[in-house]
T-cell receptor, first 114, second 115 residues
């Protein structure tokens, strides 16, 4: 079955702009999580959505937001971009029930802020 | 506050030898632990996991050990192969009745297996 699809794969923005990233989960998966990966920081949890509701949120400023649609596809938005937002943004999907923590990741969207 | 820590950013091992990757955690509520592997330009992929009720889980060449009293887990790869060269992330999660899955990751250890 098709894996997790993230678009766009690469993008360049300038400070102050905003960006929207998209994630299509594996068919049948109802949970979508977003992570930010930067060198030395590992994967930092942004938020998790399940059935169109945000269930968990990490310690990121309000400039980072997300949403999930009825078909489980998710988007995340970053407004007023800063240089430090340059990172690989990873989306992961799972069934959303159960407590095993096994996630299926997309290839990521690499954002460069100039 | 880094609740999951991987203190070795890199590790080099000769092919055929054992690779040992270590991970420490601070949150005693974590009850499920996982290892993910990441190749460049790809997303992380699940490798192996262990529940807090166990102290060892084995899958082929990969074994994860959990020491709850020390809040420490390790991943052993035997024998190491060049294809194992990747970044390895330790992760942990807290189960609850709602089935929430906030997974906390470490900073990763880059393993290089030398032929």
């Amino acid at each position: 079955k098709a894996g997790v699809t993230q678009t766009p794969r690469y993008l360049i923005k300038t400070r102050g702009q905003q960006v929207t990233l998209s994630c299509s989960p594996i068919s049948g998966h109802r949970s979508v999580s977003w992570y930010q990966q930067t060198p030395g920081q590992g994967l930092q949890f942004l938020f998790e959505y399940f059935s169109e509701t945000q269930r968990n949120k990490g310690n990121f400023p309000g400039r980072f937001s997300g949403r999930q649609f009825s078909n489980s596809r998710s988007e995340m938005n970053v407004s007023t971009l800063e240089l430090g937002d340059s990172a690989l943004y990873l989306c992961a999907s799972s069934r959303g029930t159960g407590q095993t923590g096994e996630l299926f990741f997309g290839e990521g969207s690499r954002l460069t802020v100039l | 506050d880094q609740q999951v820590k991987q203190n070795s950013p890199s590790l080099s091992v000769q092919e055929g030898r054992i690779s040992i990757l270590n991970c420490d955690y601070t949150n005693s509520m974590f009850d499920y632990f996982l290892w993910y592997k990441k190749y460049p330009a790809e997303g992380p992929t699940f490798l192996i996991s262990i529940s807090s009720i166990k102290d060892k889980n084995e899958d082929g060449r990969f074994t994860v050990f959990l020491n709850k009293s020390a809040k420490h887990l390790s991943l052993h790869i035997v024998p190491s192969q060049p294809g194992d060269s990747a970044v390895y992330f330790c992760a942990a999660t807290v189960g609850n009745s709602g089935g929430y899955q906030k997974v906390t990751f470490g900073t990763g250890t880059k393993l290089q297996v030398i032929p």
